[in-house]
């Protein structure tokens, strides 16, 4: 059996980007940019003015000059601006060329078509030169980079409509176990309700996933088989259940039958210690554990670091560390993943305070579902006491902000 | 003027939560609960078995006993386990009542239809009694919660089908100026594509603020105020541009006209002075700069609390604390908000280290384009020194994690 540690290290290497795609630009926000992107052009593209106020020269300081015309923002001013002479000018207008500062408004005494200008003025005081923000051609975003709105902003100025990203990978979800009959059925003796289904969908919705779809199975090797059939045109296939060893647990054997290798089934690890990764051609099946919170873990921890490598963003979720509330106990020789809460307590030395939500079971989400992170317990007997510090992950997605 | 402090703190005490909704369980994900959800039932629902095993009694330790039956998940065995006779049970099926114990399949020796069971058995082992999860009535979740994949799943397990919450609100943006053209056509002399238009719009969806718009508007105060109209309905506006105090700046006299009452307008802040904010009966409206970089801080500081607001959740955003790699310089009464880089580094005694990204002016998008947040430099001429100590607020969406 493979560790915690060695598992995410075999799904980051599995996690490979899919085929790039042009988009527009309104769907670019939150992915990968697959392209360099330089200024078209000079920012701004002509000496701008940064105030409402007076284009000047310099050697009219503390004169009285004629206003000869206005400049409003996306008009250029035709004439000539000889001494004596000053033009009205909006913020975002182009300052002609032998303006040498805008005078802001409130600087300045106006009587009839006339204004007193200040006795100091700077050379280009207010306004922008022609490229001072960004010079034509230069790169200003690169491959790679994650699409901000800020980016979009700049994407837009320079006219780009569309543009190659990594995409999101397409999902399918299938739960299986007997048990479960859908949230809007009302139980007989021995069944309950799927709560993984919603969950997973809950997940896909969070992290914008594609085309995401979620088929129940029943517990048969071949309904198994032709379910992942169904779904071969996804990136991404999320099984729930059945991957235990027991005799009803057919997703290893369905994924065998369905030409898939398994990559790694097994991890020391609790909750979810029968976790499994398979693949075939590009597409990525995580057979997960049918217990709900061993289920949650193993989307948080492994089925989103697939999908962050896939989507070309660094896998690995780097771990904060905070200063532990209450103990944290561990057993044997698996890393404990246990259900916390995360608050920002400046005055710590971690600067994160983390409260435990222990739980009863791998199937208890009743007493975590306040948590917005998994505290990691290392192995061993010895687990960790309150006041230690505690390597931690947030959940996706986040609830802090 | 007021202080920025001031104007978050008007911005905070406007922002009211809209009507609640009852909205399907796939839409509640990350919305906040408008009520309380209990347990439908105990769950466990009955004595679950938590591991592949035998059911047994205690009694039988040691002992060879006969498998006098099979209990696969989502069944229930109708017969009687007598002394000397055990049941194969799968993980998640119903223990019968008489079962004490259920013991690992690794654990026996089994040989034809009897196992041999190991000599020491404790009472309960394997088993997770009912109601030892969730008691029936317990109140799991609260109204103002929000709603993560957790607590789907919870609800999912209760047989909750839709649940009330606090929605998001609806947008109208309208962007103003002259100068501007839409992004996908080459700009005049004078003339420059609009970043803010689309920048707006990322924000919106990254918010999953619902039923976007964009119109853009002359600067003309008639076609303003009839684009107002057209937005009526709106429960947020957003505009750029105009708001300042140029003979072209329409929008503060455009809201008059439409009929908002102006909470505020102008805040000691750089950048972004000239920021507005009116209402109208429950609507909020927004007069944010034209100046994108500008633009950008009214949303991330300002809209962004009031949405939270809206939306039941806490509105400020707390800040956190980091260290400065470089200096941050001041001047005036105004509070610099200036675009930075905080990347974790456990090492450093606030956890974050700040690299700052100097920008040319309140228009220039390009140099800070890389920002995840905006670190807060008090008023005064004294600004901050490399290696102080600077309160920060990260930027929406989160590119963090």
Redesign the interface.
Known sequence: MISAGEALELVIQAARPGALRLVP??EA??LCLAEDVS?DRD????A?A?M?GFAVRLADAGRSVAVVGEI?????FGGDLGHGRCLEI?????CPPAAEAVVP?EHVARHADRVLLPAKIEMGQNI?PQG???RQG?R??AAG??V??????????????SIRVVPRPSVGIITT????IP?????S???????????L???A??MQLERPVHLAAA?RLETIVATLQRMADRDLVLLSGGV??????MVPRALTEYGAEIVFHKVKQKPGKPLLLARKDRQLLFGLP?N??AC?LG?QRYVAAAIRGMTGQTAA??P??GELAQAAGSKGERTHFVPARAE?A?AL????RLDVLP??????????????CYVEVPPGNDGLAAGQTAAFT??????T?
Chains 1, 2 share one sequence.
């Not at 003796?189 to 969950?199: E, L, S, T, V, Y």
């Not at 235990?244 to 647990?249: E, F, R």
Request: hydrophobic share 40%; aromatic share 10%; net charge neutral.
């Open positions: 630009l309104a926000c939150g200024a920012y701004p593209p002509f701008r940064t409402d409003p923002a996306g008009c250029v909006s913020t975002g207008a182009v408004k922008a001072s923000e960004c230069r200003v975003l980079d994650v901000t709105p800020l980016a979009v902003a700049v994407l837009a100025s320079f006219g780009v409509l176990g007997a048990e479960l949230p809007g059925r009302q139980p003796p021995g069944k309950i309700r799927d709560a993984n289904g919603p969950m969908l809950a997940l919705s969070a517990d235990s060893v027991g005799a009803h647990d049918g709900p919170l949650h989307f979720a780097a904060f560390y920002y400046p030395r971690t600067a994160w739980t009863v079971s791998s199937a208890d989400i009743f007493n975590s579902c306040r948590a917005n947030w959940f996706i997605p986040s609830t902000s």
